[in-house]
């Protein structure tokens, strides 16, 4: 069964930081371009970031820039989304996807295969 699986989530204070990892079970991410997005409630799914299956540099939303980071490792078969200085505006499901397309790639339409999300609430 090919599935990816978030895990890192919870309940954080504002200004702190946390690490989502998302793992790949059944598919080896590093045949896939992977990607960040998080949905709050009553929002559209957003895009926060993204990594070529080739590596290189990370991509990312101008909401998240400057403090978040994307890395993988193919040999723990992983991706990861660190974020600190944390608002409370962060607060949303957090999703990672992978995708085989070309192009930009940041709209949820570019991604085949998803996890089931991570809960992040951050308080004031």
């Known amino acids: 069964q090919v599935q990816l699986i978030e895990s890192g989530g919870g309940l954080v204070q504002a200004g702190t930081s946390l690490k989502l990892t998302c793992r790949g079970s059944?598919?080896?991410?590093?045949?896939?371009?992977m990607g960040w997005f998080r949905q709050a409630p009553g929002k559209e799914r957003e895009f926060i970031g993204g990594?070529?299956?080739?590596?290189?540099?990370?991509v990312y939303a101008d909401s998240v820039k400057g403090r978040s980071t994307i890395s993988r490792s193919n040999t723990k078969n992983a991706v990861y989304l660190e974020m600190s200085s944390l608002k409370p505006e962060d607060t949303a499901v957090y999703y990672c996807?992978?995708?085989?397309?070309?192009?930009?790639?940041?709209?949820?339409?570019?991604?085949?295969?998803w996890g089931q999300g991570t809960q992040v609430t951050v308080s004031s």
């Open positions: 996807a992978a995708s085989t397309s070309a192009g930009p790639r940041n709209r949820p339409t570019d991604y085949t295969t």
């Open positions: 990594m070529n299956r080739s590596g290189g540099r990370p």
């Open positions: 059944g598919l080896f991410l590093g045949n896939y371009h």
